[in-house]
């Protein structure tokens, strides 16, 4: 991860927390919505799937019809819009999709008596050129964990059956490509992109919370630790007391088969090794090298190639 040490800046800056499933977007939002300036929603996916998808929003019908689609999803209801509000405000401004989506969030932060807003969306890392061209001085955290370990979580949570069906093929090519954007948006945008490991966050969550405030402008605050405020842990965690866990870190050894791992490995072997996650020494039986050089990596190839063609088809978004 990189390090922030210098001494926060106040920025007014949205934040934006990308990355693929179970890579620890959750616990980042979590710490960052703990914070008392920062108000931070949950996968209103407003840039990957609405940006741009309903024509100029200077026409009334199509501003109605993005609203009537955005309120659709119940991430956005949960931001507890006023649709006459929002109308009314966006026509007092340009009419950017940019800007309605900022209105929407603006207005959750002011209810909740926060000074700025945030939002995490898995895959938002692709949008980082629009968003750093819409919000200058945006922010954007993108969560990294060992893929085999995220496969493991993604697969014994039921919730995730979408995911799931991916398969491991699917998963670790979501995983390669994701990664692969995080390099190159902090090699275009040092100033606005992050990169924190998951594995890091629970090893040295101050240490890595610190260099996140640093790096978006905020004091570090240790109720960003606490998360006292966070529903599903308030029955479960002592008051004060971090519910972070290492127990997650590895799990995939005990959980995975070795051919699993061995595709895995095989696949995203460079971005693993960028990232320091060191590579097992598997041993296959003759059958089971066998298998997965004729079933395995073949079938699991053939679903990341799927997988790939589907992310990278025809784009939805527009100008912001």
């Not at 079933?295 to 939805?316: E, K």
């Amino acid at each position: 991860m990189q390090h922030h040490t210098s001494e926060p800046v106040a920025q007014s800056g949205p934040i934006f927390i990308g990355g693929t499933s179970r890579s620890g977007k959750t616990w980042m939002r979590f710490m960052l919505s703990s914070h008392p300036n920062l108000a931070v929603s949950r996968r209103t996916n407003l840039w990957t799937r609405h940006a741009g998808r309903y024509g100029d929003l200077s026409q009334d019908a199509n501003l109605d019809r993005c609203l009537n689609a955005l309120l659709r999803s119940k991430h956005v209801r949960l931001l507890n819009p006023d649709p006459q509000l929002l109308r009314r405000e966006f026509r007092q401004g340009p009419a950017t999709y940019a800007r309605l989506f900022a209105l929407l969030h603006e207005h959750y932060a002011h209810a909740l008596d926060k000074a700025r807003w945030g939002d995490q969306s898995e895959g938002i890392e692709a949008c980082a050129e629009r968003i750093f061209a819409a919000y200058p001085n945006a922010k954007l955290i993108h969560m990294v964990r060992d893929p085999r370990d995220s496969y493991e979580a993604i697969r014994t949570r039921t919730a995730e059956g979408a995911a799931s069906r991916r398969g491991i093929g699917g998963a670790t090519a979501a995983w390669r490509d994701s990664v692969r954007l995080a390099q190159r948006n902090v090699r275009q945008y040092p100033e606005h992109c992050l990169i924190v490991q998951y594995e890091t966050l629970m090893l040295r969550p101050e240490e890595t919370l610190r260099d996140v405030c640093a790096f978006i402008g905020e004091a570090f605050d240790p109720a960003m630790l606490a998360m006292d405020d966070v529903p599903r842990f308030q029955a479960t965690t002592a008051p004060g007391q971090s519910p972070l866990s290492t127990a997650y870190i590895g799990r995939y050894r005990q959980a995975l088969a070795p051919r699993e791992i061995a595709f895995i490995q095989l696949y995203a072997g460079c971005e693993l090794d960028a990232y320091g996650y060191q590579l097992e020494t598997l041993r296959l039986s003759a059958p089971e090298r066998l298998s997965f050089w004729l079933a395995d990596w073949p079938a699991n190839r053939l679903r990341a190639v799927a997988w790939r063609r589907l992310a990278t088809g025809p784009a939805s978004g527009g100008a912001a």
